[in-house]
Structures are given as structure tokens and as C-alpha cells.
């Protein structure tokens, strides 16, 4: 009996999906537990490539139980949408589980994220994923959210509907002059969503604690990262919800010493989509050319993503607030063929003097210069290597050089997108 949690260690994208494929595959149950329809994890599988956004990754295994957890914010036309394509892929949902207590992502949450961002100033743009995931999390918070239990009770989902509708849609139209939302089409059409999402309602913190006493495996899979966490991250550059390990608990409804492993994901280099400083970011040849071969478009909305040279500040950081007892590190073979690499040991202050942990705020972030370590680049296709020992030299003084830096165990090293890409570190 294990479990093991999958955390984001740097912005998001680091190959979350692949990982949690990998350790999906000896896990009994699966267990989403924050985040919503903004992640985009994805999975490549025998040549095949699917891109999940709410469902759980261990869905496209047969027998494994996928849970949705409490902390999960869910948009339901993307959630069945999500299920039809897959279903139509051959993908079995009979073991999908929703917690009743997750919050409902309704039209004027996608709305006003949306003119909220417009109505900010170009330097104060979050440059959110649009998917309404901020208000939907504000008024789960300002306790006037509503919930799949609400959904999959016609009267109660209703009143509440109407009385949150009406306040919102003076908020869309006096506030941001947009216009409001067709309250009555939207019950309509959520009371049908809610029809379809009935068999999947449960209570998730019970299946998952049921499990844990069966002696089942779990995987809790992390959707977003540390630098994204709205506590722990580049905050107000962040998300609404906790990708730190501790949300994994909140959100599905169980102790954190229902955790034995938690695995921090990062990629061998460093790259962030939305706005927020970003220390190592390179605006250079290098910084297109690892844009390019490591196809950094995002899965969601497809923006380029933003790259720069890996950051060990920010890794101690994601090892500190995540307790991680080890760490995957993806994508080492995009810095193939770059020349030398660069690893951020430490910030430099404006008054000089050294940094070794990550700023608490954005304002002394954004004053930080990077001091580099450089090491000697690889030109070599190593996405054929199984084993450590097979890397070039260089790739495996890389490795121990970051895994020093980070005062972390580097139990993964991610050589290519595919399942078995992978180095398993003992
Ligand atoms: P997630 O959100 O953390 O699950 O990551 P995404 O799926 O959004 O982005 C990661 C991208 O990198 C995907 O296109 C993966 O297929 C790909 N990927 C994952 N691991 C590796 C790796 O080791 N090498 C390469 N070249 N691509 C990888
Ligand atoms: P996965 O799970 C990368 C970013 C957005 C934006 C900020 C706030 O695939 O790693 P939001 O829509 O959540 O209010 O946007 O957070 N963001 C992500 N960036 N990967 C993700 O998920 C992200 N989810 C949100 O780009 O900067
Ligand atoms: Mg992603």
C-alpha cells in the first residue's frame, strides 16, 4: 500500500501527464483534487496523444477508479465534452467519481474573467487561461458558489441560479458594461448537464479513505504547479486554488499523512505561459530555439510559452513547500544540441548581495538578477537512453549538479513526450 502525490515544481507544464501516466498505471485509484479545466496534462500512449484537462490521467486505464476531488472547480459542458471525445477514443467512464461538494464553473465566471482581464491595464494583466476559474474560486470563498450537489438537484439549482445570476449580472453590466447572461437559457442548459453528470456524483473523501484502508494503491495528480499556488506562488501571477502538496488533502478530503510520496515535476529548463517575472527568462536565440524544439505552445490555449534556463532558487522553494521527496525532471533532451547550459544557483540583489531562497513577493522577484553556473551542453539524441549510465556524460553531470542544487533526490529524467521515455533513478 502507497500512495503518492504528482506536483507541479516550477509554472505549470513541466510533463505532469507523463509522470502521472507512468505511476498511474500501478495505481487502484486516482485522485484529482484542485484546479479545473485550465490544465491541460498530456499523456502520450503507444504512438496515440491525449490531452486531459478535468479528467483524471488513470482514466485511460481500465480498472482504475478516477476520482474528482472537493477542491476541483468544474465547467460541465468541458467535462462532458471531455468524456464524449475520449468516449469516442474507446475510453471507459464507468469508474469516474465527482465529489458533490466540487463548485460549478457557471457562464459568468468564464465572463467575467474574462472582462476583468480586459478592464486591467496591460502591466497588471494576469493573463488567465479564461476559463472562469478565479470567480468560480472568489465565490466559493464568498460562500455564494454552487455546487454539483445544487446541479443534480433541479430546485435547489434553480433558486440558486437565479438569485447568484441576477447579483452577477448586475456585476457584468453596471461594473464591466458587458452583456449579461440569459439566466433562464443557462438553467436550461446546466439542468440537462446535470442530468448527465447524476451517475457520476459521490462522495469522494469516503471512496478515497475506503481505498487507503484496502490497502489500494493512490496517486493524487497535481494539475498546475508551486509558482502557481496562491499562496505559495508569484502571487497576484498565480491561480485561485492550492497546487502545493497540502491541496491534495483539501481538496479530496483526507489527512496529509495520507501522502507517503510526493514527486515534484520540473522541467531541465524553466518556462511559465501568462504574465509575472520570470528571473531566468530568455528573450534570445537560445530561448526560441528551446521554445521550438520542445514545442512550448500551451495545451490549453496554445499561447507560446515563456522559456529561460532552469532555476534552482525556485526548485528549493517547491522542495520546501511541498516536502517532495523527490523530484522528475522532463525534457532534458530539448537542451540537445543548445551549446552550454546555464543552471540559476542563486539571485543577485540590487545592493549586491546574494539570494539563496525564493522572494516572498513579486516586487523583490522582479528586482532579482540570476547567477549563473555554467555547465558543459550535449549535442547527442538521448531519447533512446534507458538507463543513467546510457546519457552522455555531460547530461549526467547536469543531472547531479541540479539534484545537488536542489537538495533533492532526481528519481526521473524525462528523455522524450512518450510513456517510456523515461530514466528511473534508483
Ligand atoms: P503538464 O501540464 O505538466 O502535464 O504538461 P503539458 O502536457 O502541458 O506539457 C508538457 C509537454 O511536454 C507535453 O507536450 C508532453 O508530451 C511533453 N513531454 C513530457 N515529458 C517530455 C520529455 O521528457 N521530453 C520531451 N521532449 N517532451 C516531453
Ligand atoms: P497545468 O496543470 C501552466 C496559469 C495561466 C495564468 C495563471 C492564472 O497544465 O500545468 P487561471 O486561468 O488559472 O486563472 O490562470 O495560471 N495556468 C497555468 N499555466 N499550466 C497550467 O496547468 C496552468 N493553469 C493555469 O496561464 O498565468
Ligand atoms: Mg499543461
Redo the contacts with the bound molecule.
Keep these: 500500500m502507497s500512495s503518492t502525490a504528482v506536483i ?1 515544481a516550477q ?4 510533463g ?1 501527464g507523463k509522470v502521472i501516466d507512468i505511476i498511474a498505471a500501478k495505481a487502484a485509484v486516482v485522485v484529482r483534487s484542485q ?1 479545473g479545466n ?4 498530456t499523456v502520450v500512449s503507444h504512438g496515440e496523444t491525449y490531452k486531459l484537462h478535468l479528467i483524471p490521467s488513470g482514466i485511460l486505464y481500465k480498472n482504475t477508479l478516477c476520482l474528482v476531488g472537493a477542491g476541483v472547480v468544474l465547467d460541465p459542458a468541458d467535462f462532458i465534452g471531455e468524456i464524449d471525445n475520449l468516449s469516442a477514443r474507446g475510453i471507459s467512464f464507468d469508474n469516474l467519481r465527482v465529489d458533490y461538494r466540487a463548485h460549478i464553473i457557471m457562464p459568468w465566471h468564464t465572463l467575467i ?1 474574462r472582462l476583468s482581464e480586459e478592464h486591467r491595464p496591460d502591466n497588471a494583466k ?6 472562469g ?2 470567480p468560480c474560486y472568489a465565490d466559493k470563498y464568498e460562500r455564494v458558489g454552487i455546487r454539483l450537489y445544487d446541479l443534480i438537484h433541479p430546485d435547489v439549482f434553480r433558486e440558486k441560479a437565479r438569485t447568484i445570476g441576477k447579483l452577477k449580472n448586475e456585476i457584468i453590466t453596471k461594473i464591466y458594461g458587458g452583456t449579461p447572461v440569459d439566466i433562464d437559457k443557462t438553467i436550461a442548459e446546466y439542468l440537462a448537464l446535470g442530468e448527465k453528470l447524476k451517475g457520476y456524483a459521490a462522495d469522494v473523501s469516503v471512496l478515497v479513505h475506503e481505498a487507503r484502508k484496502a490497502g489500494k494503491t493512490i496517486m493524487f495528480e497535481g ?3 508551486t509558482l ?1 499556488d496562491i499562496d505559495w506562488g508569484t502571487y497576484p ?4 486554488s492550492h497546487p502545493v502538496s497540502a491541496g491534495v488533502a483539501l481538496g479530496s478530503g483526507v489527512g496529509p499523512n495520507s501522502v507517503d510520496e510526493i514527486i515534484g515535476v520540473a522541467k531541465a529548463y524553466t518556462t ?5 517575472p520570470f528571473p531566468t527568462e530568455l528573450f534570445d536565440q537560445t530561448g526560441e530555439t528551446i521554445r521550438q524544439n520542445g514545442f512550448e505552445f ?3 490555449t496554445g499561447r507560446p510559452r515563456r522559456t529561460g534556463w532552469f532555476d534552482a532558487v525556485i526548485l528549493r522553494h517547491s522542495v520546501r513547500v511541498n516536502g517532495l521527496t523527490s523530484i522528475a525532471v522532463n525534457k532534458l533532451d530539448t537542451l540537445s544540441g543548445i551549446g552550454d547550459l546555464k543552471i540559476c544557483t542563486a539571485y543577485e540583489k540590487p545592493d549586491g548581495s546574494r539570494l539563496t531562497e525564493f522572494p516572498p513577493t513579486i516586487e523583490e522577484l522582479a528586482e532579482c538578477k540570476p547567477i549563473y553556473e555554467t555547465l558543459t551542453g550535449f549535442d547527442d539524441d538521448i531519447g533512446a537512453c534507458r538507463t543513467f549510465e546510457e546519457l552522455p556524460t555531460a547530461c549526467q553531470a547536469y543531472i547531479k549538479r541540479t539534484e545537488e542544487l536542489c537538495d533533492c533526490k532526481i528519481s526521473m529524467v524525462g528523455v522524450g513526450p512518450d510513456r517510456e521515455q523515461i530514466i528511473l533513478r534508483k
Excluded at 485550465?38 to 496534462?41: E, K, M, T, V
Excluded at 501571477?237 to 485561485?240: A, G, N
Design positions: 507541479g509554472w505549470g507544464d513541466e505532469k484546479g485550465n490544465a491541460g496534462h474573467d494576469i493573463g488567465t487561461t479564461g476559463r476559474i478565479g494539475a498546475q504547479a502557481l501571477y498565480v491561480t485561485s511559465r505561459v501568462g504574465a509575472g500551451g495545451t490549453t
